[in-house]
């Protein structure tokens, strides 16, 4: 069955560098998107991404963070120069149409900022 | 804004136990409720989307119904592997699905 991988599963990381969290999403699916979710919180969107341009972006992503897909297969989140408060999990999902179909999710990257 | 709001934050059951968990949504102009299921440390897994009210699905014990307000999943005779954090979402504006809190089943053998 296809799926969403992401990498690293965990990153550590110290306050003030640069991250880059990589993922593939199912290779039919034209939609791509990253969300995040603190440790007891809800899931929160960040940003979605359509036809190599950002389609949507929440408030959260301001200008530390950027997505990219450099190549036919991996989506990346980069996180400009980390802190303490980017500590979450993030996920990576991706869907066939935008909004009115399901998005699949990966297992997500745990970041911690120390 | 997108609102949703799940209830009860927790649920235990006994093993056979049938329930309900409820979503109730805000939104201008729905175009998918979807639900999750989350077990700790991992993504969401999809499970149902349900697009207008009377609409319902079905897999194995869990079933889901949508009205103009909100969204049930009924669990019918739980087991304890249908422990998990169930998540319901709403998209209004493509390309954004905004997640409720969750509740947390728990199913006691």
């Known amino acids: 069955e296809p799926e969403v991988t992401q990498t690293p599963s965990h990153q550590v990381t110290q306050m003030g560098q640069e991250v880059i969290l990589r993922c593939v999403p199912i290779?039919?699916?034209?939609?791509f998107y990253w969300y995040r979710q603190i440790l007891g919180q809800k899931v929160e969107f960040l940003v979605s991404?359509?036809?190599?341009?950002?389609?949507?972006k929440s408030e959260i992503f301001d200008d530390q963070f950027s997505v990219e897909r450099p190549d036919g297969s991996n989506f990346t989140l980069k996180i400009r120069s980390t802190k303490l408060e980017d500590s979450a999990m993030y996920f990576c999902?991706?869907?066939?149409?935008?909004?009115?179909?399901?998005?699949?999710f990966g297992q997500g990257t745990r970041l911690t900022v120390v | 804004e997108d609102q949703v709001t799940q209830s009860p934050e927790a649920l235990r059951l006994q093993e056979g136990e049938s329930s309900s968990l409820n979503c109730s949504y805000t939104v201008s102009g729905l175009r998918g409720l979807f639900w999750y299921r989350q077990d700790p440390g991992k993504g969401p897994e999809f499970l149902f989307t349900l697009y207008s009210a009377g609409e319902e699905k079905e897999k194995e014990r869990l079933k889901a119904t949508l009205t103009k307000k909100e969204s049930f999943l009924h669990i019918t005779a739980p087991k304890p592997e249908d422990s998990a954090t169930y998540l319901c979402?709403?998209?209004?504006?493509?390309?954004?699905?905004?997640f409720g809190d969750g509740t947390t089943l728990t199913v006691k053998p």
């Open positions: 999902a991706s869907s066939e149409s935008q909004g009115w179909t399901e998005a699949f």
């Open positions: 290779s039919n699916h034209l939609y």
């Open positions: 979402a709403v998209n209004a504006n493509a390309g954004k699905s905004t």
């Open positions: 991404f359509y036809n190599n341009e950002i389609s949507e």
